[in-house]
């Protein structure tokens, strides 16, 4: 027999230049996430981020499609946001087929509509009722969730049966979604749907088990205790025991003959609310934590302006130790000022907000349903802003004196700032400077008077209706401000200003507070450096913060 020349084989490894080129693909993809998770990102980001990406590879888009692919669910929603700034086709191509091949929130579902709509893509029949139909009743079941509704309610069966008719991997994704938003309280509803669904519920164990969190450890041990079925005891003790392996810490589960209930009330901590002050141009961001097991809480960031409405609302669940260290940081920031208020006065304000967004017709994009559901108890309890609460404005109202010593406000810059970005601020220095160095020979006084005059008249042009509303609403914050930090002379101050501008009969032209704001706003032009140095600082950049980063 002759011998073999067996052939060299061929190396199967990416060329060196392929390695760079995903490396640094995902290292883009890495700051995307990290940015958005952050806060918010203009159009400009995701379009320079999408650019960078082609520069590098024509063919980038496998890069991306692959380490989607990989991700988990919050990362999925960021890129999916992403791939709206992609041109072409591959993506579109591809978000068919994940949607026909993967589980998925339902939340994802919709997003991904958007982008097909953004690119007017042409999509199978019936694809965009279908996601909608299934958010829509993901949207149902986390209803009754949050609702506590009766598990033999009508309505909550008809629920249940609606969630078993669709395929096992529309299901998976539905239950990861509620696990995410809702936590432990998702158990008595998905025992309930557990044990009608017998043929699935094996399967639920074990992707539930995937998720490597203790909320899962929670819904597995609550599983074990229910079920008397051989073989399904026997997975859900191989997905607690892969749990173990992870690291998480598992307690002996098997369930004690002195067991009276099921369910035991669990005491969680309350919720709090941290709130930062109205910066320079109106923006200010709220921060709401919600204990949601014994080990973790969901933590929402609001981004609010007093004149957009509410811009942004973003949310993540954190373990409850990581949540401290949030609280730790964000109430030692030295940029951003923030100070606990109770719950109540943050959903007030977030409510306040979106009411702009209802006149304005705006879509506020971000989790405001579900921060809407985690809070509802604490939704309707305070009907005007919380200062009322704390100083008696009836009384405060007669004492007009208050208004002489409004030059203590101004110590704070953002008001100066407020007056000095308008039209009116600038044409009024304009014609202040113009009256100061007039070419007219005139005595002191007469120079005084001329000025004085410009001060009045900035102050009724630069007040309007519109402004005297938005200015009151931000003193009687400020206001609350100081009553926080214990300062209350300035809190009585800032109060009696704001109310002096609901005053019919305390126009802004003769309102001292008015006036002072005036004349301060035209000294700050008058040292121009002064400005550059303080104003650019009382700006919130929603990236100075971040849940958890």
């Not at 109540?344 to 009411?355: G, P, Q, R, W």
């Amino acid at each position: 027999m002759g011998t073999r020349k067996d052939k060299k084989p061929q190396s199967m490894a990416p060329e060196p230049a392929a390695d760079d080129v995903k490396r640094k693909v995902n290292g883009i993809l890495d700051e995307i996430i990290s940015a958005a998770t952050r806060g918010p990102q203009l159009d400009s980001f995701y379009e320079q981020k999408a650019a960078d990406i082609k520069a590098l590879d024509d063919k980038g888009f496998a890069h991306i499609s692959r380490r989607f692919l990989k991700a988990a669910p919050h990362e999925k929603e960021v890129m999916v946001h992403f791939l709206r700034y992609w041109t072409g086709i591959e993506h579109l191509q591809f978000l068919q087929e994940f949607i026909a091949r993967e589980a998925f929130w339902p939340r994802i579902g919709t997003m991904i509509l958007d982008v097909f709509n953004k690119c007017d893509a042409m999509v199978p029949a019936g694809l965009a009722s279908s996601l909608l139909d299934l958010d829509s009743l993901c949207q149902r079941l986390k209803q009754h969730i949050f609702n506590k509704d009766a598990l033999h309610d009508t309505a909550v069966e008809r629920t249940i049966d609606d969630f078993i008719q669709r395929t096992d991997q529309e299901k998976e994704g539905i239950v990861i979604q509620l696990i995410d938003e809702a936590g432990i309280e998702i158990i008595p509803l998905l025992l309930k749907i557990l044990a009608k669904d017998t043929v699935w519920s094996q399967q639920a164990a074990m992707f539930i088990g995937s998720l490597s969190t203790p909320t899962a450890l929670e819904i597995l041990k609550h599983l074990y205790e229910k079920t008397r079925e051989k073989d399904y005891l026997k997975t859900i003790k191989k997905c607690i025991h892969v749990l173990r392996q992870k690291g998480i810490e598992v307690e002996d589960y098997e369930p004690k003959l002195t067991v009276k209930a099921v369910f035991k009330k669990i005491t969680l901590p309350e919720s709090r609310a941290f709130i930062s002050f109205i910066d320079g141009i109106g923006d200010r961001i709220i921060f709401m934590i919600k204990p949601i097991t014994t080990y973790e809480s969901r933590v929402f960031e609001i981004f609010l302006s007093d004149q957009q409405g509410v811009k942004e609302i973003t949310s993540v669940t954190v373990f409850r130790k990581e949540a401290e260290q949030f609280i730790a940081k964000i109430t030692s920031d030295e940029k951003i000022l923030f100070f606990e208020t109770v719950p109540e006065n943050a959903c007030f304000l977030v409510e306040e907000a979106h009411t702009i967004n209802e006149r304005a017709g705006t879509v506020v994009s971000g989790s405001l349903a579900q921060w809407r559901n985690v809070f509802a108890v604490q939704l309707k309890t305070q009907r005007q802003p919380i200062i009322y609460a704390c100083l008696d404005a009836q009384k405060i109202r007669s004492q007009l004196s208050l208004l002489q010593k409004t030059d203590t406000l101004l110590k704070r810059i953002e008001l100066i700032v407020w007056f000095i970005e308008s039209d009116e601020a600038k044409e009024g220095w304009n014609k202040y400077k113009n009256a100061k160095n007039s070419p007219l020979v005139l005595n002191q006084h007469q120079i005084e008077e001329r000025l004085n005059a410009q001060h009045h008249e900035t102050a009724a042009c630069f007040f309007d209706d519109q402004r005297k509303a938005l200015f009151k609403r931000r003193l009687e914050e400020m206001a609350y401000l100081y009553f926080r930090q214990g300062e209350e002379e300035e809190a009585r101050i800032a109060f009696c200003a704001a109310l002096s501008l609901a005053a019919a009969e305390l126009p802004p032209a003769n309102n001292p507070f008015c006036l002072r704001l005036i004349k301060e706003g035209f000294a700050y032009f008058a040292s121009n450096t002064v400005i550059r140095d303080k104003k650019d600082r009382l700006i919130i950049d929603p990236n100075d913060v971040s849940l958890l980063a």
